[in-house]
């Protein structure tokens, strides 16, 4: 990117090997969500309860011995996501809405990291890590308060669980097949895409069109869940897609995301990374997303507690993803509530956090 820093300090400019400046790892932190587990790190489900009479929101356990939840959230084993642009910038790149209307983002002040029209498939596990640039990285001296990122919004997760019930014994949960229920205690992602507002299946995705294949999920319909079940994991254990068509809270409270559409959600602070986050849906040339279909990029804007000071003391520049709950695992119960169903591996957007090491 030809920018104003770039041509105000043309020789301060350091390379930096790659093997120690971009490495994204997973972040763990508190889960305030989280799934309640016994001794042998089993999901606690309860089926039937006698004050539910079949409905769904009493399945699992936020807090001991409540079942309040027909959701819980965990860190994925295996969580994918495409990334198309890293930038570093001077000033904030997130420009708000006003209303139902989305803006523009402003991108003047970044220096890109990582640009790639093709984007390129990061694998983020609870241990590993993995380079995003294939060379040496130039990176402008100076001090940048604001980070932001540019990735697919069909993210990935590969993940599997097993369960039991309040009372200690085997739950029966159920799961995809093609005619009749797979069953067991272990339940896995399969190859199926859902969408983050849970809208009807046969409406328009991605590019005008354009419709992809994906599920809204189904009670007592064996082909509409997303997760398969059994004695133990199946062959087709695989990566679950979920399409983020909105990132506006207001929409999901409001449940109305069929209809309306907001593109953009404003800064929030997140503990965890020691950062406000704010987000917007993108088309693939970067303009704002105008409708359910068009949106096809999440663009994440970071205002950074400490800003990234840059200097010639510089050893490397590292993502620490938090996908501590990124993973949702809903569930449902079948119309007679004696039964779980597996609804869905639902995923969550993720958060990152900025850190330089220096010699």
């Not at 301060?12 to 972040?27: C, K």
């Not at 596990?125 to 990735?151: K, R």
Request: net charge negative.
């Amino acid at each position: 990117m030809d920018s104003n820093i770039l041509k105000k300090l043309p020789i301060l400019l350091i390379i930096v090997l790659l093997s120690i400046v971009f490495n994204i790892v997973a972040q763990n932190s508190a889960k305030a969500e989280a799934c309640i587990r016994d001794a042998d790190n089993k999901i606690k489900v309860k089926v039937s309860p006698s004050n539910d009479s079949g409905g769904n929101g009493q399945i699992v356990s936020h807090t001991a011995g409540s079942y309040v939840k027909d959701s819980c959230n965990e860190q994925p084993l295996f969580y994918k996501v495409k990334f198309y642009r890293f930038m570093v910038c001077t000033a904030d790149p997130f420009v708000a809405g006003t209303g139902d209307t989305g803006a523009e983002q402003d991108f003047s002040s970044c220096e890109d990291i990582f640009n790639s029209a093709a984007g390129k498939d990061i694998i983020i596990t609870p241990t590993g890590q993995e380079d995003l640039l294939e060379g040496d990285l130039v990176l402008p001296i100076g001090s940048y308060p604001f980070a932001a990122v540019i990735v697919d919004n069909e993210l990935k997760v590969k993940h599997q669980e097993t369960f039991v019930k309040a009372d200690g014994n085997d739950p029966t949960m159920n799961g995809f097949h093609a005619s009749t229920y797979s069953a067991g205690t272990i339940c896995w992602s399969i190859d199926k895409t859902t969408v983050y507002t849970n809208r009807a299946e046969g409406q328009q995705v991605g590019s005008v069109g354009i419709t992809e294949s994906y599920i809204a999920t189904a009670t007592n319909n064996t082909q509409k869940l997303g997760m398969a079940c059994g004695t133990s994991v199946g062959a087709n254990y695989d990566y679950a897609t979920e399409i983020i068509d909105s990132v506006d809270s207001t929409c999901d409270t409001s449940n109305d995301c069929g209809t309306t559409f907001r593109p953009y959600t404003g800064y929030e602070e997140i503990g965890s990374i020691g950062a406000e986050m704010a987000g917007a849906l993108l088309q693939t040339d970067e303009a704002i997303a105008t409708t359910l279909a068009n949106a096809q990029r999440i663009f994440g804007a970071f205002k950074l507690g400490t800003p990234l000071v840059i200097t010639e003391d510089i050893a490397g520049l590292e993502l620490q993803f938090n996908t501590s709950e990124s993973v949702s695992v809903d569930f449902q119960y079948d119309g007679g509530g004696t039964d779980i169903q597996a609804k869905k591996i639902g995923v969550e957007p993720f958060g990152i956090k900025f850190v330089i090491t220096n010699k």
